[in-house]
T-cell receptor
Framework: DADVTQTPRNRITKTGKRIMLECSQT?????MYWYRQDPGLGLRLIYY???????NKGEISDGYSVSRQAQAKFSLSLESAIPNQTALYFC??????????FGPGTRLTVL | AQSVTQLDSQVPVFEEAPVELRCNYS??????LFWYVQYPNQGLQLLLK??????LVESINGFEAEFNKSQTSFHLRKPSVHISDTAEYFC????????????FGQGTTLQVKP
């Protein structure tokens, strides 16, 4: 079984809809991250969490919110989706001073 | 602020030829460096990392990268590529005193042709 899972894997929605992307991990890591990937821009950090009570904004947090329901779960929400939020979204986890482990990604299309 | 620049967006190369994917970073403090690989329709996988010690690090599938502090570079090399190496490669940097945030480069698409 995968260490980091994301649901859904693909989602098509309409402008103005609320969307939640979910991430779960079995690695026992405290730190979790949400990124978006756009062609030619690499990965950009949206939000990150160092434990259940610690949530921090990344470089592109506008239009997004997150919830850390438990050590193993970190959800990303788009309160009112817009077309320029069409992207590939990745969840990642890490332990202190170690590399990050990535989920398989969620491809989101906002029409 | 820290940044990572991957100098080539696409690198086409014939099978069995050598390849170098370039990565430069800017930081005034010590860093950890990573190369990740993304195969088509998959997530990112760690290819290799530099944390400390020997400046030359190797992966299990023949890639290597050398940390050059004076040139602030961490170029990725392979002496002979295979078709299966076709993927997108991302260089990333993490401030060694930081608690885990990665800064990614824009990515380089390696296209291996038969």
């Amino acid at each position: 079984d995968a260490d980091v899972t994301q649901t859904p894997r693909n989602r098509i929605t309409k402008t103005g809809k609320r969307i939640m992307l979910e991430c779960s991990q079995t690695k026992g890591h405290d730190r979790m991250y949400w990124y978006r990937q756009d062609p030619g821009l690499g990965l950009r950090l949206i939000y990150y969490s160092f434990d259940v009570k610690d949530i921090n904004k990344g470089e592109i947090s506008d239009g997004y919110s997150v919830s850390r329901q438990a050590q193993a779960k970190f959800s990303l929400s788009l309160e009112s989706a817009i077309p320029n939020q069409t992207a590939l979204y990745f969840c990642a986890t890490s332990d202190y001073q170690a590399e990050q482990f990535f989920g398989p990604g969620t491809r989101l299309t906002v029409l | 602020a820290q940044s990572v620049t991957q100098l080539d967006s696409q690198v086409p190369v014939f099978e069995e030829a050598p390849v170098e994917l370039r990565c430069n970073y800017s930081s005034s403090v010590s860093v950890y460096l990573f190369w990740y690989v993304q195969y088509p329709n998959q997530g990112l996988q760690l290819l290799l990392k530099y944390l400390s010690g020997s400046t030359l690090v190797e992966s299990i599938n023949g890639f290597e990268a050398e940390f050059n502090k004076s040139q602030t570079s961490f170029h990725l090399r392979k002496p002979s590529v295979h078709i299966s190496d076709t993927a997108e490669y991302f260089c990333a940097v993490r401030i060694s005193s930081n608690t885990g945030k990665l800064i990614f480069g824009q990515g380089t698409t390696l296209q291996v042709k038969p």
